[in-house]
C-alpha cells in the first residue's frame, strides 16, 4: 500500500510539472518573450568548444570570458541546487530596420539594430523575474534570473533548449524567427519536463555569412575571431585599430550586423512591438557629423540607457573618425574632422589625423 501511495504521488508530481511547463511556456509569451524551453545543465560538450576557442586567443582583450569557466560548464555551482534551465528569447528588429540600406550609405552611421533604442538588459530583467514569480505562485522553488550577467553559455543552454541551432556564423538562429533576438535565462530547481535539443544545423551548404564578413573574421564554419570582428572593435576592443582593418570597417561605428543581413533565415525574422527597442536619436538615419561633434555630455544624455555607452566616448570617437575618413571625399567632413585634431586622448587624435590622410587621398582622385 505504501509503494502505491508512493506511485501515485510520483505520478501526480511529473503531472503537475508538465502541467507547470506547458504553463511556463504560456505566460512567458505573455511577458513579451517570443520562444522558451527547458533543458538540463549537461554542457560539458559546449565548454569543451569554448576551451578550444580561448586556446586560439580568439577572444581578444575579453579576458572576463577566460574567468570562471567551470561556473559556465557546471550551472549547480553558479546557482546552488539548480537542476533545470529556462531559456527564453526576445525579438529585437522593428519593422523598420534598414541596415543593408545604411551600409551604401558612407556619410551616414550604422549602428547595429540592437543597439539603436534602449538597452535590453533591463527590460528583460524585469520581465524574467515576472515569469519567475508567477511561476514560484504555481509551485514554490527557488530561481535566480540572468541576462547577460554572469559566466553563462547562453547560446549553448537555448540550443539545449530547443530554440535554434548555432549558425556558422556563430550566432542562435531559429527557423522560425532567424536571429535578431536577445536571450535569457532562469536558474530553477524544479525537476521540469525538458525540451527536445537542436543537435544538428540547418546551415548546409551555405557561406553567406563568412563570405560576407568585411573583415573575414570567420576562421571556417563556427569559427569567429572576435580579434578581427567589427562587433568586437567598435565596442570591446579600447585602443588603436589595426590600420588594415580600419578601411573595412566602413561607416559601421557600433557593431556589425552583416552577417544576419545576408542570412537567408532571417528572412523569417519575426519584428519587436517593443517600444524600448524602437531607434532613438535618429541612430537609424543619422549623419556621421552630427554624431562626431557630440560633446562628451551630449554622448552621456544621449546613451542613457543604451548599450553605446558600452564603449565610451573616446572609442565612440575613435569609431567615427575611422568612418568619415571611409567616407567619400567632403569638405564638411574634412572640416568636421579638423575640429578634433587637438583632442585630449591620443587615440582619438590618432585616428582622426589618418581620417584626414585618408580624406586627402580621396581629395587627390576627386
Not at 57 to 81: A, F, I, Q
Not at 124 to 134: D, E, N, T, V, W
Not at 170 to 176: A, D, G, P, S, V
Request: aromatic fraction near 12%; charged fraction near 30%; charge should be neutral.
Amino acid at each position: 500500500m505504501n509503494n502505491l501511495n508512493l506511485y501515485k504521488n510520483i505520478i501526480a508530481k511529473e503531472s503537475n510539472l508538465n502541467l507547470l511547463a506547458e504553463n511556463i511556456k504560456h505566460w512567458s509569451k505573455e511577458f513579451g518573450f517570443s520562444s522558451v524551453g527547458i533543458t538540463d545543465i549537461d554542457l560539458s560538450d559546449d565548454k569543451r568548444y569554448l576551451d578550444r576557442w580561448l586556446e586560439k586567443g580568439y577572444h581578444g582583450e575579453m579576458e572576463y570570458m577566460e574567468r570562471n569557466t567551470t561556473l559556465r560548464e557546471k550551472p549547480s555551482e553558479l546557482v546552488k541546487g539548480t537542476k533545470r534551465i529556462i531559456s527564453v528569447t526576445m525579438n529585437y528588429l522593428p519593422e523598420s530596420y534598414n541596415g543593408k540600406e545604411l551600409l551604401q550609405k558612407k556619410d551616414q552611421a550604422f549602428v547595429s539594430g540592437y543597439a539603436r533604442g534602449r538597452d535590453y538588459h533591463k527590460l528583460m530583467r524585469s520581465r524574467l523575474k515576472k515569469l519567475a514569480k508567477k511561476i514560484k505562485e504555481y509551485s514554490p522553488h527557488e530561481n535566480r534570473v540572468f541576462v547577460d550577467s554572469a559566466p553563462i553559455l547562453e547560446k549553448a543552454i537555448a540550443r539545449k533548449a530547443g530554440l535554434g541551432w548555432i549558425g556558422k556564423n556563430t550566432l542562435l538562429i531559429n527557423k522560425n524567427s532567424g536571429s535578431y533576438f536577445f536571450l535569457g535565462e532562469i536558474y530553477t530547481d524544479l525537476e521540469l519536463p525538458i525540451d527536445e535539443p537542436h543537435t544538428s544545423s540547418h546551415c548546409g551548404t551555405c557561406s553567406s555569412c563568412m563570405d560576407i564578413c568585411p573583415t573575414k573574421a570567420f576562421e571556417g564554419p563556427y569559427k569567429l575571431d572576435a580579434r578581427k570582428c567589427i562587433s568586437y572593435l567598435t565596442i570591446e576592443h579600447k585602443g588603436s585599430i589595426d590600420e588594415d582593418l580600419r578601411p573595412l570597417m566602413g561607416n559601421r561605428i557600433f557593431g556589425c550586423d552583416d552577417c544576419q543581413i545576408y542570412c537567408p533565415w532571417n528572412k523569417f525574422t519575426n519584428f519587436t512591438e517593443e517600444e524600448d527597442f524602437k531607434p532613438r536619436h535618429n541612430l537609424d538615419d543619422v549623419d556621421l557629423c552630427q554624431l562626431f561633434m557630440w560633446s562628451e555630455a551630449d554622448f552621456y544624455i544621449k546613451t542613457e540607457g543604451s548599450p553605446i555607452r558600452r564603449a565610451g566616448y573616446e572609442g565612440w570617437l575613435r569609431n567615427l573618425a575611422i568612418a568619415l575618413g571611409n567616407a567619400n571625399y567632403s569638405e564638411k567632413i574634412v572640416f568636421t574632422l579638423k575640429l578634433r585634431e587637438d583632442f585630449p586622448s591620443e587615440i582619438v587624435r590618432e585616428h582622426v589625423i589618418w581620417a584626414l590622410e585618408e580624406q586627402r587621398k580621396k581629395y587627390e582622385r576627386y
